[in-house]
């Protein structure tokens, strides 16, 4: 169990993207702290340009189970339906946590996906796709959690960026396009947020074992390589040596969302690889 000592007893987390994986630790990570978390992710998607190629991506299915598991262990986590990038979807979100719990102190965008191409190769529609859906519904959650979050007297909202938000990489130019903006977004609305006590900051993880990476080394394997011997050539790009873990992620999300004079920052969680 994280320790960490501000305890969350009576207020309210949203984590986005929180059905499995890192966000799955985001919620978890909450939950034992006290907080109620409402667990929210997209079972379908307006398009298959993503890491799991197809539009059916099953958030929803495994935030539903997740919630469970932790009720079974007294936590208080329920799950929600929403297409981050879909305008009526997100205000109806808000609205649900508006009527059942009459508060919201902490909003975490932890979704996102990702798509491998040459930008030679790509449509405008892949671009339009990748973009979008990782920005989009940064711009959404945060406009409409806004109002709930100076009624509650403030509080935070952790944006998901990326290793790739710090630095390019090829065949993702439409994924670090997103995610650079996803920083500066950050810190241009930590500003116009800065005296109504409502802090925003972004996360950066670096490698994670995820479905996210497994998609990326699947693309970058090179031939006659396995992909666990791909695996241990990312990791030797890591200055520290080694992964990042769902935990160490969740750790800085609640640092960020706890952390009353942090606003404005993008914090790299990634072993050292990205640098200022």
């Not at 009624?151 to 938000?165: K, Q």
Request: net charge negative; glycine share 10%; with cysteine.
């Amino acid at each position: 169990m994280t320790t960490h000592p501000q305890r969350y007893d009576g207020r309210v987390a949203l984590v986005v993207g929180g059905g499995r994986g890192i966000g799955a630790a985001v919620v978890e990570t909450f939950a034992q702290q006290g907080a109620t978390v409402v667990a929210a992710d997209a079972e379908l998607l307006t398009s298959d340009v993503n890491h799991y190629r197809s539009k059916r991506v099953g958030g929803y299915a495994a935030a539903r189970e997740l919630a469970q598991n932790l009720q079974d262990k007294g936590l208080s986590v329920s799950a929600a339906d929403v297409d981050a990038g879909d305008e009526d979807s997100v205000r109806a979100l808000l609205a649900r946590v508006d009527e059942e719990y009459g508060r919201l102190d902490v909003v975490v965008n932890a979704f996102g996906i990702t798509h491998i191409s040459k930008v030679e190769d790509m449509t405008l529609a892949q671009f339009e796709s990748v973009v979008s859906g990782n920005l989009n519904g940064v711009f959404l959650l945060s406009r409409y959690a806004i109002p709930l979050l100076r009624r509650a007297g403030g509080g935070a909202i952790v944006n998901f960026s990326s290793i790739s938000g710090r630095m390019g990489f090829a065949k993702e130019a439409h994924y670090c396009a997103a995610k650079f903006g996803v920083i500066g977004f950050t810190a241009s609305l930590a500003k116009e947020l800065a005296t109504s006590g409502i802090r925003v900051n972004a996360v950066c993880p670096g490698i994670v074992r995820s479905n996210m990476w497994d998609y990326l080394l699947s693309e970058f394997v090179r031939p006659g390589e396995t992909q666990e011997e791909c695996w241990e050539r990312m990791r030797a790009l890591i200055p520290q040596g080694d992964f990042q873990t769902p935990q160490d992620i969740a750790d800085a999300v609640l640092y960020l969302a706890s952390a009353p004079r942090v606003t404005g920052q993008a914090i790299s969680v990634d072993g050292g690889m990205a640098q200022p």
